[in-house]
């Protein structure tokens, strides 16, 4: 039998949509147990979240001060204290996990590996590399304790409606003071969240301008979407560095893609080849993005994105 | 002595079109250009400015590859290392070995600062700098897109799903480096040929007491999937209209 422990990620109220994904890649795995670690000052909504989750066998309710804020350093040495007996340990493959997931690895001398898109096995697991341009079957010897994270895009969440058994747990493990939480800077707003949004619309450096940047929101708004953006465009300073969308921003899987002025750097491919449908408005024909697009359109931004706005107005 | 040290790694070059071997064995390294990991040349521009605030006195570099690795290392003296540890090693090298190598090398140059990049742009595995953190016993700031030292500290602005994160560490410290925190400088000409008589030290895994293992087996390298052809649409009407009747509005 696997028994698979998953770091499960949140705000401290919710759970983070991430690890719903990581139980539907544990269930994957040849005769499974599931167990959910929440780490935090206040445990219960977010356990009584996890505990929710199809497929999970229980939760362990972790409480302490020093989870107040979800940091590698000290949440790492609680989850090795706990991986004990469990054959896997995942995270998901967002910045929490990916920053996590390594140092726990390395406290429990294994291996790592990142950003599992399938599962063939216990111990045989898919990943890309190279940006998305190959993938890799990468094996581990039975008998290994496997540490991953998992890349939620290639996973469906784990339905609700499950009811898993809420347990505290404690671990004697050494709480470093080392590394202490400053400040977040979150944009808040009512927009859905662009990892999870069934709509995205993403706008590109030919936007030339944060000003311009602007009007994709009345797009997005009337679309019922999230809005991301291109490297070139978070760069230039156009939009805030989370609606990056690519192989070192978000990867996403939303059902309909609206690339706006965004040439198609490989870089950024990586990021949404899991959409269902990509659209992209560019005024360069020859632009790559029109070698992944289902629909394209070439022409003025300026033009099409105002008329677009008054179409669906 | 104040002192940095520096992780590079040599990949195929970030313009380089990646191709799958035909027989599924690797990807199509023979003959193609290669270079510092991206990441990487971000993690020495940042030491060298600290340096030229006057916050650090010198400034390491270090390699853990083949002998072809010099190469890069050159460069890196060339933008302005003051010397390079090369850690000789042929095959694979996964990250929690280049870690411990990592830890082997801030025990013996004892610096107060190790920055790395985020990840390698050939594995993608972001993971060798929260392993060098967890060995070391040291605070990690990864993904940094800002980096103020002060005294025995340092803050550190990361970049996050929800926005920017910032972290104040105690010194000494593993710092990664995100794509934002800097844009690192041209080597000119004058500098490579100062590069070439700067200090290159070579180690090995064995000398450092690191055993070279390798825990995951790469049993298939494939092509990822296509996406099939598109379809063209002339203008915004069309667009809507193509939309509605796929049900996707």
């Known amino acids: 039998m696997s028994t698979i422990l998953i770091v499960a990620e949140h705000d401290g109220t919710h759970l983070n949509l991430s690890t719903a994904k990581c139980v539907t890649c544990a269930a994957g795995i040849p005769d499974a147990e599931i167990t959910v670690a929440v780490c935090a000052a206040q445990t219960s909504s977010v356990a009584a979240e996890a505990a929710a989750l199809k497929g999970v066998a229980r939760v362990l309710a972790v409480e302490h001060p020093a989870n107040a804020h979800l940091l590698a350093a000290t949440l790492a040495p609680q989850i090795a204290a706990l991986a004990g007996d469990f054959t896997h340990v995942l995270g998901p493959s967002t910045t929490f996990g990916k920053d996590l997931m390594p140092r726990v690895a390395a406290l429990l001398d294994t291996a790592q590996i990142s950003d599992i898109m399938a599962v063939e096995s216990a111990t045989r697991f898919r990943r890309p590399i190279y940006a998305g341009n190959a993938i890799v079957t990468v094996e581990i010897d039975a008998g290994a304790k496997v540490v991953g994270t998992v890349r939620a895009a290639s996973f469906q969440a784990a339905e609700t409606g499950g009811s898993a058994p809420v347990e505290k747990a404690t671990t004697n493990a050494e709480i470093p003071s080392h590394t202490r939480f400053v400040s977040v800077s979150a944009a808040k707003n009512d927009r859905p969240d662009l990892q999870t949004a069934s709509r995205v619309v993403s706008g590109g450096r030919a936007l030339g301008s944060a000003e311009a940047f602007k009007t994709l929101y009345k797009l997005a708004d009337r679309l019922g979407a999230a809005v991301g953006a291109s490297r070139a465009a978070v760069d230039a300073g156009y939009a805030p560095n989370e609606l990056q969308v690519g192989q070192t921003g978000k990867i996403i899987a939303p059902e309909l893609y609206v690339a706006i002025g965004i040439s198609g750097a490989i870089q950024h491919l990586t990021g949404i080849k899991d959409a269902r449908t990509i659209v992209a408005i560019n005024k360069d024909s020859e632009a790559p993005i029109f070698e992944v697009a289902d629909v394209g359109l070439v022409g003025d931004l300026f033009q099409i994105v105002p008329e677009l706005e008054r179409l669906l107005g | ?249």
């Open chain 2, 1 to 249: 002595m104040k002192r940095i040290l520096v992780g590079i790694k040599r990949v195929v070059d970030y313009n380089v079109r990646i191709r799958v071997k035909p027989d599924a064995s690797g990807v199509i390294t023979e003959g193609v250009k290669m270079s510092v990991n991206p990441f990487d040349e971000i993690a020495l521009e940042e030491a060298l400015r600290i340096k030229e605030r006057g916050a650090a006195e010198e400034v390491i570099v270090a390699n853990i590859g083949p002998a072809d690795c010099q190469q890069q290392l050159r460069t890196c003296l060339a933008m302005g290392a003051d010397r390079a540890l090369h850690v000789q090693a042929d095959g694979i090298v996964e990250p929690l070995v280049a870690a411990r190598a990592l830890l082997k090398l801030t025990e013996r140059e004892q610096p107060f600062l190790v920055i790395l990049g985020k990840q390698a742009i050939d594995d993608d595995n972001s993971q060798t700098g929260q392993m060098l953190a967890a060995l070391w016993q040291r605070p990690q700031a990864t993904f940094a897109s800002k980096v103020e030292l002060d005294g025995d500290k340092a803050r550190v602005t990361r970049e996050v799903d929800a926005g920017l994160e910032t972290l104040e560490v105690e010194l000494p410290a593993v710092i990664t480096t995100d794509l934002r925190l800097n844009e690192p400088r041209y080597v000119k000409l004058p500098d490579i040929m100062k590069a070439k008589k700067k200090p290159l030290e070579t180690l090995t895994l064995a000398a450092l007491g690191v055993e070279q293992r390798q825990r995951l087996k790469l049993t298939r390298f494939e092509p990822p999937q296509q996406r099939q052809k598109g379809i063209k649409v002339k203008d915004a009407a069309e667009l809507v209209a193509t939309l509605k009747s796929k049900g996707l509005l």
